[in-house]
C-alpha cells in the first residue's frame, strides 16, 4: 500500500514558472527521496534529505521536510519543458530497507 | 560507472507461464531491491536482496520469488501468470547494506504484458 499521498495528483504550468509538489506519509523515517519518471521509464534519484534536516538544495530544486506534520514539499524553480515528469516521494521507515511511494503528481510544463 | 541494466526491456508473455527478469547492479552495489509498478497499486516493494540472502519481502503472493548471484546480479521469477501481473518491473541498487535507507539507484525497467 502507498505510504502516504501526494498533492497535487497533476499539475500544468508554463516554462520559467515554479512548480510546487507536496508529500504526505504516516511513519517515522529516517530520509525521504524524491524521484522522477519520464513516460513509465526507469526512476532518476532527485535528492535525499535525511529526518533531522529540514532544508536542501540541489540546483533547481529545493525539498523542505516537516516532520511534526509528517510532510515534505519539492519546489522547481524556473521550471522547463524537459522538467515534464511524474514525480514521486519515498520514505525509507526506520529499520526499514524498502522505499515506500507515495502516489505521484504528474507535471506537464508547457513551452 | 555503468548504471543499473535490466533485462529484457520489454516481455509478453501468455497467463499460466512464468517468466524471469534479470537485474545487473551498479559494480560495487551489493544491494538489490525490485518493485512493481502497476497505474492501479504503484510503486510496491517486492523483495531486497543482499550478498545473496533475502533482507526484506513485500506484501507479495509465493509466486513472486527471486534470488541473487555471488556478484550481486539478481533475477525475480514470476510463475503462473495472472493478466495482474502485467506491470513494470524496477530494479534498484545501492552501495549501502541499508538499502532504502541510502540513495537507490533505478533501471529503465522491465514491461511484462500478460495476455
Known amino acids: 500500500s502507498q505510504q502516504g499521498e501526494e498533492d497535487p495528483q497533476a499539475l500544468s504550468i508554463q516554462e520559467g514558472e515554479n512548480a510546487t509538489m507536496n508529500c504526505s506519509y504516516k511513519?517515522?523515517?529516517?530520509?525521504l527521496q524524491w524521484y522522477r519518471q519520464n513516460s513509465g521509464r526507469g526512476l532518476v534519484h532527485l535528492i535525499l534529505?535525511?529526518?533531522?534536516?529540514r532544508e536542501k538544495h540541489s540546483g533547481r530544486l529545493r525539498v523542505t521536510l516537516d516532520t511534526s506534520k509528517k510532510s515534505s514539499s519539492l519546489l522547481i524553480t524556473a521550471s522547463r519543458a524537459a522538467d515534464t515528469a511524474s514525480y514521486f516521494c519515498?520514505?525509507?521507515?526506520?529499520?526499514?530497507?524498502?522505499?515506500?511511494f507515495g502516489s505521484g503528481t504528474r507535471l506537464q510544463v508547457q513551452p | 560507472k555503468a548504471g543499473v541494466t535490466q533485462t529484457p526491456r520489454y516481455l509478453i508473455k501468455t497467463r499460466g507461464q512464468q517468466v524471469t527478469l534479470s537485474c545487473s547492479p551498479i559494480?560495487?552495489?551489493?544491494?538489490v531491491s525490485w518493485y512493481q509498478q502497476t497505474p492501479g497499486q504503484g510503486l510496491q516493494f517486492l523483495f531486497e536482496?543482499?550478498?545473496?540472502?533475502?533482507?526484506n519481502k513485500g506484501n507479495f503472493p509465493g509466486r513472486f520469488s527471486g534470488r541473487q548471484f555471488s556478484n550481486s546480479r539478481s533475477e525475480m521469477n514470476v510463475s503462473t501468470l495472472e493478466l495482474g501481473d502485467s506491470a513494470l518491473y524496477l530494479c534498484?541498487?545501492?552501495?549501502?547494506?541499508?538499502?532504502?535507507?541510502?540513495?537507490?539507484?533505478f533501471g529503465p525497467g522491465t514491461r511484462l504484458l500478460v495476455l
Open positions: 536482496y543482499f550478498s545473496e540472502t533475502q533482507r
Open positions: 559494480s560495487g552495489h551489493r544491494s
Open positions: 519515498a520514505t525509507a521507515d526506520t529499520g526499514r530497507r524498502a522505499l515506500t
Open positions: 534529505i535525511r529526518s533531522n534536516e
Open positions: 511513519t517515522s523515517i529516517n530520509n
Open positions: 534498484a541498487s545501492s552501495f549501502n547494506p541499508t538499502g532504502g535507507q541510502e540513495t537507490q539507484y
